[in-house]
């Protein structure tokens, strides 16, 4: 049993899905139950002490805990400022670290948005999708998604290859940001993951959608829209994660959208399920 052994069942109580930890001071980003791919919405920091001791949370309910070696001993008062301290300095240093690299994605996203031609029409992935482009843009064979946040300003792109595959600028900002299709906002305002998705609702429904780009993005958006518009009916359509949550008893698309509905006072709209993959 390592030093550590405690430190680790103390995150794993709490929903953070880690293997091993680092106990150098600094602040470490872990996934969390119920994070979307790629999200990490879980952190802690852990000091080697004497004695060792730590904090850990989740950026996305709010929780923050401190832990200690030694069992249930309380932290002396001492010991409570000194891991505070260490707590707020590695946030404010890993704030700094993620607001160069976000400045320098959107400055590359920039660069590429402005140097693309308007979406071809007959490219395959909308060809697949049956879907319009709705102003996306296109460089070198892939299709250029905006992000942007309340104010449109452009802060990050995703891209779309031919044959689906999507990616986002490296350092780039997404939490809150989407991408808007239909401008005229009116009683109803939908809300889905993927541009495919939000580009069918519009077509079907004729009812603004949002491109949230990950189930972990649905309530930032959400809540971004609830303050631009208090009295549009916003709808959270979800993708319904039915493989997902057989192999890991958690459904993300499905719960992240339920947990945006409650957040804006919303609803959750689904697609009728069928059978689910082996």
Known sequence: MTRTDGFIVALRGAGLLVQCVVSDGRLRRVRAQGDAAGQRSGWYVLHPGPPMAGAYGNW?????????????????????????DTVRRAQRRQQAERAKRQAAARQLAVGRWQRASSADPAHPYLAAKGIAAHGLRQL???????????????????????????????????RGLYYAIGRDVGDVLCVAEGFATAASVFEATGYPTAVAFDAGNLEPVAR?????????????????????????????????????????????????????PE
């Not at 971004?224 to 997902?244: M, N, S, W």
């Open 60 to 84: 996305k309910t709010g929780a923050n805990e401190q832990w200690r070696s030694g069992g249930d001993a309380a932290l002396s008062s001492e010991e409570l400022a000194r891991l505070q």
């Open 224 to 276: 971004q829209l609830r303050a631009k518009f208090p009295h549009a009916l916003i709808v959270l359509c979800a993708d319904d994660d039915a493989a997902a949550a057989l192999r890991l008893g958690v459904n993300p698309g499905l719960t992240n959208a339920q947990r945006a509905a409650h957040a804006v006072g919303g609803v959750v709209a689904m697609p009728p399920r069928g059978p689910v």
């Open 140 to 174: 070198h064979g892939s299709l250029l998604v905006p992000m942007r946040d309340g104010e449109g300003r452009l802060w990050s792109l995703q891209s779309i290859d031919r044959d689906g595959s999507k990616r986002f600028l490296t350092g780039g900002r997404k």
